[in-house]
């Protein structure tokens, strides 16, 4: 049997549209989960495409099945977990083979795990994946962070599963260390600020002009059809106009006003303010969200 072009580790929601995304473009994919009926459900679940995936119950038996140099993407939790899962695959990789953090990572862990593995024959490359499950699945954007070298080995494969815009796929090598995670980062952090202005704008027609959530949805579409178009846009369209299926009211009112945050935002201000460059619309949106988490605080403050 021909080995695997690539090997994938985690197979929850991203890592597993990852792989069929990867696998439905033609390219042999090598999958392993920590718990192995994972393994087993996804590739029994993997209808035509199972014939272009290798299921593996051990790390050994995952490694032996890809082609070296062994490109081999980590996709689960970022952090600590990353950090394990590199030490656990390292005594079976040979010199070459690169590890690849596919998370929503600080792009400065990646830079410390790049130098980390400098000289150990091994290389490291960060790449940021931004489109969400769906993105996963169809067409994401990758940054990519790296040696070129190593790019090269997987740029036929990262090209085949990018998202394309006029025909041009949506990935690039950005440069070596953590320059995929810092553009992730950013690409982020942006993503903020344009969400908490969709929010004003949002809370401007509902409290300003009393418009409902229908016709507030109206508005967002006829932009996304002019200069306004983009994806946040459009799905901001498509929430306004859902309705709840159990009372019929607008979706957007039974949702609680408490949003989190995954830390890039974060780390997009943190590194504005070390760098001396003004991201005040980040660093509001930012704090509009820490507000927004603190709902007992706020609903005291208001009832004061």
């Known amino acids: 049997m021909s080995q695997a072009e690539i090997g994938l580790i985690g197979l929850g929601v991203m890592g597993s549209n990852l792989a069929l995304n990867i696998a439905e473009k033609g390219n042999k994919v090598a999958v392993f989960n920590r718990t ?82 400098q000289d150990s024959g091994l290389t490291f490359i960060g790449m940021g ?51 995929g995670h810092f553009v992730k980062t950013i690409h982020n952090g942006i993503e903020y600020a344009d969400m908490q202005m969709i929010a004003e704008i949002y809370g401007i027609l509902r409290d300003g002009l009393t418009m409902s959530a229908t016709e507030i949805g109206e508005v967002f579409g006829a932009w996304n059809k002019g200069r306004l178009n983009s994806y946040l846009i459009e799905i901001t369209e498509k929430v306004l106009k859902a309705a709840d299926p159990l009372t019929g009211k607008p979706i957007v009112d039974m949702i609680l006003d408490k949003a989190g945050q995954k830390g890039t935002g974060k780390w997009s201000v943190i590194e504005a303010q070390n760098m001396g460059v003004p991201a005040t619309g980040i660093e509001a949106a930012v704090a509009a969200r820490s507000i927004s988490s603190m709902k007992d605080e706020r609903e005291a403050a208001e009832n004061g």
């Open 36 to 117: 192995v009926e994972a393994t087993h459900k996804f590739d029994a679940e993997a209808g035509e495409l199972k014939g272009q995936i290798v299921p593996c119950d051990t790390i050994e038996e995952f490694v032996a099945a890809i082609r070296p140099p062994r490109p081999i993407i980590i996709m689960i939790k970022a952090g600590e977990p990353v950090d394990q899962q590199m030490e656990i695959l390292k005594p079976y990789l040979a010199k070459g083979d690169i590890m690849i953090d596919a998370g929503n990572a600080n792009f400065r862990d990646t830079m410390r795990r790049f130098e980390a593995l």
């Open 129 to 179: 994946v931004s489109g969400g499950e769906e993105g996963a699945r169809h067409g994401p954007s990758i940054m990519v962070g790296g040696t070129e070298d190593s790019y090269r080995r997987v740029e036929t494969v990262l090209t085949s599963i990018a998202a394309k815009y006029d025909n041009d796929p949506c990935v690039a090598w950005l440069g070596e260390n953590g320059a």
